[in-house]
Each structure stands twice: as C-alpha cells, then as structure tokens.
C-alpha cells in the first residue's frame, strides 16, 4: 500500500550497513534517579512502559539521570536520528522495540541496559523512519525468527546482519511518518481522554460510594463467599490472567501460555466472580468477571462470589475503589520480595464498608453501567486508533 504519487521500487538494504551500534551499560533502576544529574539514561524498561509514542523528544521528564559514583567508563553520546532497541522481553513481539530521538539534544543521554543503540551515519532514512520501520510487520516477522531465549527473548547487534531494510526515496519516507506521527499524536489524545474520564468517573464513584447517611457497616466475610472449584481435567476452561489492568485471555495478554501446560487443579472462576491475588492485592490485583463464562486461574488466586443481598456491580466497583485499595493495603504484609506483599486473610476479612440497602445499591449501579459504557466506547475508538497504526504498519512497509 503506497501513496499514489509514489510508484518505482524500495532498494534493499542489510541492516548491518546501515545501522552502526555502541556499545551500551548496564545500570539499574538501583543506579537511576530522577532527581539530578550529570547524564541522563535511557533504560529498556522505558522502551517497553514509558514512551507512548515512536518519536520521542528527549526533553521527556521520565528519562531518569544516573546517580553520582555510578557512570560507566565508556559511553557515546545519543545524537538527533539515533534509535534506541529494547534488546529483550518476555514476549518474542516485544523485542525491538524501537524508539528514535527527534529533537536537538541539549544535555548528555545515553543508552542503558538491555538496549541497542544504533545511528544511520549515512542518512539514507529521514527522522523517524527507522523507528517506524522496526515496528512494521516486514521487520517484526524478522526479528520473530532470529529472537532467542525460552522465558526471556532477546536481540543483540550481531543480529543486524541477518535483518534486512526496504526505504524509497526521502520524499515518501517523510510523507509515510508524517502520516504515522499524526496517527499516534492521535493515539496520545485518546488515551488522556480516557484517563480523564476514568478520574472523573472515581471521583463520582467517591461520592456515590461513600458518602451515604443510611448505611449499615457490613464485613467482607458477610459479602464474599470463597470458592474452590477445581478443574479436573487439562485444558478444561480457557487460561485467564488476572491483573490490575482486569482479567485477560492470558495467551491474548502474553501473546503465548505462560502457565503450566498441565493445568490440572486449576481454579475455576465463572462470570460474576471476584479474582483477588493475595500477594499483589495491595497493587490493586482484584478483578470482578464480567466477560468470561467459565475461565482457569491459578491456584495462588482467592475467587469469591458475591452474596445475593448485594448487587455486584455495586460490590465490584466498591472493591476497586481507591478507599478499598488503601484498606487492603494496611492488611497487606511485606515479604521478602519488595513487589509482594502477603494478604492477612483473617485481617482482610474483618475489614467492614458502610452498605447502602439493595435498592439503593441497585440505582448506583445503573449509574455505574451507564459510565461504563461511556469508557468503553471512548476505549473502543482507541481500539480503532490502534488498529489503524498496525494495519498501516503491516501494509506501508516492504
């Protein structure tokens, strides 16, 4: 698919000849700080979670500086055009991840752990083009092939001579990421809608929620009612991941199965469910199951159903408000992992909301859909959004 004032062939390239590489450090999150520095550094963590576009301007306030006492011997400097890879992940599609510097730097960064920095010093592709280009669906399946690791994926700059490059002339490079840039600015805007809305919409719940005069304290024992069905069988229900972004097909989250291929003494989880996760609970890991008939999580999740006095929409948005995270935290213990916090279950339990009567329950709750379905077609045209960058990324590039 091409603009129609463009015709004439790509000319192939290796990648190798085109991309030089430095060599990178390899800092923590240990080493890194936001508060000041000398140098700042791009971690492959950012490539994965912090940028939200291909282009990206150096002058962003997550870059994070490296703390005094910690800077690497060697290092080269990034300059305007230079691509920066995220050399590994957990999914094979994420390795590659690109970014690419756009703007005129002004200050000292460089390129940190599990990362490829490389520079076209022959200029055969306009700003941003490289960028776009290892996000295309011609390089991905490349990538796809060559990526090696079993729990962990991972790329190096040897790679770059079994990758190859297809670029027309300048003009239709330039016209291909004006177009790209314009869909993601895009992309950019609707997710800010989103997430305004989302805060609007917490700040109603926090009204709606809890600020009731006719109430009667209720413990969450008297809510919830554990469940503990148990597959007896493999593969007898399709795979879920609960997160605190809600409850996913784990192969559609994963891009691939990471349980156990014997799933075997699975729990069972039927719609209307509440998920917690004992030990990540305080990060906000409890979902309620409004999409899946019957799904499998592990067997380290806790899955309640709601008793039939109480209206689960109503429940379910209670527990995921931020007064209920913050309680839930307070029952939480430190562990020896610093990302894992063990529930107090008898705690948890014992832990009691002011419940308005089912009547009233049940006129929150249509409010409640009401804002939902608000969301969901505010996510559904990023959807759309999205869709429309990856159809132009798999059919723009040879």
Same mark, same amino acid.
């Given at each position: 698919?091409r603009?129609p004032e463009f015709?004439?062939?790509?000319?192939?390239y290796?990648?190798?000849?085109?991309?030089?590489?430095?060599?990178?450090?390899?800092?923590s999150?240990?080493?890194?700080s936001y508060k000041c520095?000398k140098?700042?550094?791009?971690?492959?963590?950012?490539i994965?979670?912090?940028?939200?576009?291909?282009?990206?301007?150096t002058?962003?306030k997550i870059?994070p500086?490296i703390?005094?006492?910690?800077?690497?011997l060697?290092y080269?400097?990034l300059?305007?055009?230079?691509l920066?890879?995220?050399?590994?992940?957990?999914?094979?599609?994420?390795v590659?991840?690109p970014?690419?510097?756009?703007?005129?730097?002004?200050?000292?960064i460089?390129s940190g752990?599990?990362?490829i920095?490389?520079?076209?010093?022959?200029?055969i592709?306009?700003?941003?083009f490289?960028?776009?280009?290892?996000q295309?669906k011609?390089?991905?399946?490349?990538?796809?092939r060559i990526a090696?690791?079993?729990?962990?994926y991972g790329?190096?700059?040897?790679n770059?001579?079994?990758l190859?490059?297809?670029?027309?002339?300048?003009?239709?490079?330039e016209k291909?990421v004006v177009?790209?840039r314009?869909?993601e600015?895009?992309?950019q805007t609707?997710s800010?809608?989103?997430?305004k809305?989302?805060?609007?919409?917490n700040?109603i719940?926090?009204?709606?929620?809890?600020?009731?005069k006719?109430?009667?304290?209720?413990?969450?024992s008297?809510?919830l009612?554990?469940?503990?069905?148990?597959s007896k069988?493999?593969?007898?229900?399709?795979?879920?991941?609960?997160?605190?972004?809600?409850l996913?097909?784990q192969?559609?989250?994963?891009?691939?199965?990471i349980a156990s291929?014997n799933?075997?003494?699975y729990k069972?989880?039927?719609?209307?469910?509440i998920i917690?996760?004992p030990?990540?609970?305080?990060?906000?890991? &409890?979902t309620? @199951?409004?999409?899946?008939d019957?799904g499998?999580v592990?067997? %380290?999740?806790k /899955?309640y159903t709601? =008793?039939d +006095?109480h209206?689960?929409t109503?429940?379910?948005?209670?527990l995921?408000?931020?007064?209920?995270?913050?309680?839930f935290?307070?029952?939480s213990?430190?562990?020896?992992s610093v990302?894992?916090?063990?529930?107090n279950l008898?705690?948890?339990?014992e &832990?009691?909301? @002011?419940?308005?009567s089912?009547?009233e329950?049940d006129?929150i %709750?249509k409010? /409640?859909?009401?804002? =939902?379905? +608000?969301?969901s077609?505010?996510e559904?045209?990023?959807?759309?959004?999205?869709f429309q960058?990856k159809f132009?990324?798999d059919?723009?590039?040879?």
């Amino acid at each position: 698919m091409r603009f129609p004032e463009f015709d004439g062939e790509w000319e192939k390239y290796n990648v190798s000849d085109i991309l030089n590489t430095f060599p990178t450090n390899s800092l923590s999150w240990d080493n890194l700080s936001y508060k000041c520095g000398k140098i700042k550094n791009i971690h492959y963590g950012l490539i994965h979670n912090g940028f939200d576009t291909t282009c990206v301007y150096t002058t962003n306030k997550i870059i994070p500086f490296i703390k005094d006492g910690n800077f690497p011997l060697e290092y080269t400097l990034l300059k305007t055009g230079d691509l920066i890879l995220a050399d590994a992940s957990e999914n094979r599609k994420d390795v590659g991840r690109p970014i690419e510097i756009i703007n005129d730097i002004c200050e000292n960064i460089i390129s940190g752990l599990h990362t490829i920095h490389a520079r076209d010093e022959s200029n055969i592709a306009v700003q941003g083009f490289k960028g776009f280009y290892f996000q295309s669906k011609s390089m991905k399946s490349q990538i796809y092939r060559i990526a090696n690791g079993s729990k962990i994926y991972g790329i190096s700059p040897s790679n770059f001579k079994e990758l190859h490059m297809c670029l027309p002339d300048h003009l239709e490079q330039e016209k291909i990421v004006v177009l790209l840039r314009k869909i993601e600015t895009r992309i950019q805007t609707q997710s800010k809608i989103i997430n305004k809305c989302k805060s609007l919409i917490n700040q109603i719940y926090d009204c709606l929620l809890w600020n009731f005069k006719d109430t009667k304290k209720i413990k969450l024992s008297d809510i919830l009612i554990e469940k503990n069905e148990k597959s007896k069988i493999n593969d007898q229900y399709p795979i879920l991941s609960s997160t605190v972004k809600g409850l996913f097909l784990q192969s559609e989250y994963f891009d691939r199965e990471i349980a156990s291929s014997n799933n075997i003494g699975y729990k069972i989880t039927n719609k209307r469910d509440i998920i917690i996760s004992p030990q990540n609970l305080w990060m906000g890991n &409890i979902t309620y @199951n409004d999409k899946y008939d019957n799904g499998l999580v592990s067997p %380290s999740y806790k /899955i309640y159903t709601i =008793n039939d +006095k109480h209206n689960p929409t109503y429940i379910s948005t209670l527990l995921k408000s931020y007064r209920a995270l913050y309680m839930f935290k307070t029952v939480s213990e430190q562990g020896a992992s610093v990302v894992r916090r063990n529930l107090n279950l008898d705690s948890f339990y014992e &832990i009691s909301f @002011n419940i308005p009567s089912k009547k009233e329950q049940d006129k929150i %709750s249509k409010l /409640i859909n009401s804002f =939902n379905i +608000k969301i969901s077609l505010e996510e559904k045209y990023l959807q759309d959004l999205q869709f429309q960058k990856k159809f132009l990324l798999d059919n723009m590039f040879i």
